[in-house]
T-cell receptor
Framework: AQSVTQLGSHVSVSEGALVLLRCNYS??????LFWYVQYPNQGLQLLLK??????LVKGINGFEAEFKKSETSFHLTKPSAHMSDAAEYFC????????????FGQGTRLTINP | EPEVTQTPSHQVTQMGQEVILRCVPI?????FYWYRQILGQKVEFLVS????????KSEIFDDQFSVERPDGSNFTLKIRSTKLEDSAMYFC????????????FGPGTRLTVT
């Protein structure tokens, strides 16, 4: 069965600092991996996705993530945090073979300090 | 930009009552999903729906739950007899293709069962 673990339910960084949100997955077959962001009172919005092409994936708003099979990780990074990045971030996994559901991690709340 | 909408944004109901949560998916999408997030817990898959039938459901989706596409635009989740533990945020999502591709999420309905 698939699962996702996000290390750190709450991450706080200063504006302009590196953002690193950690995600590790477990999947018995090659996974598809996603990062979603949720701003207050809004739905989940796709940031980026890994679908077995390039291991370094670039998304919206300057975020990127690297798929590392050996580490079963898909950490999300952004070189320089902006105040508008404050939100909840969810990592999710789905399997290629016929699965339609997304399996989510517990989420990481990102706070940006001025 | 097309978006998934959900109504109501917040529903309060008494234990044992029936509730219907409504979703309007993106108009050309054919695959529909419900997820829920109990406060402080992970976003969990409930059910996927295609061609007027359930294509996959989780263990959570028991006989108390049902889904329906009553017309060409709405997608509903019904809980027949609500329990306290049904209190959660319920997210609707839609996709234009099956499998692990982007699912577009609505803003959610917060259900409070008292």
């Amino acid at each position: 069965a698939q699962s996702v673990t996000q290390l750190g339910s709450h991450v706080s960084v200063s504006e302009g600092a590196l953002v690193l949100l950690r995600c590790n997955y477990s999947s018995s077959v090659p996974p598809y991996l996603f990062w979603y962001v949720q701003y207050p009172n809004q739905g989940l919005q796709l940031l980026l996705k890994y679908t077995s092409a390039a291991t370094l994936v670039k998304g919206i708003n300057g975020f990127e993530a690297e798929f590392k099979k050996s580490e079963t990780s898909f950490h999300l990074t952004k070189p320089s945090a902006h105040m508008s990045d404050a939100a909840e971030y969810f990592c999710a996994v789905s399997e290629l073979q016929g699965a339609q559901k997304l399996v989510f991690g517990q989420g990481t709340r990102l706070t940006i300090n001025p | 930009e097309p978006e998934v909408t959900q109504t109501p944004s917040h529903q309060v109901t008494q234990m044992g009552q029936e509730v219907i949560l409504r979703c309007v998916p993106i108009s050309n999408h054919l695959y529909f999903y419900w997820y829920r997030q109990i406060l402080g817990q992970k976003v969990e898959f409930l059910v996927s729906f295609y061609n007027n039938e359930i294509s996959e459901k989780s263990e959570i989706f028991d006989d108390q739950f049902s889904v329906e596409r009553p017309d060409g635009s709405n997608f509903t989740l019904k809980i027949r007899s609500t329990k306290l533990e049904d209190s959660a945020m319920y997210f609707c999502a839609s996709s234009d293709r099956p499998g692990p591709y982007e699912q577009y999420f609505g803003p959610g309905t917060r259900l409070t069962v008292t």
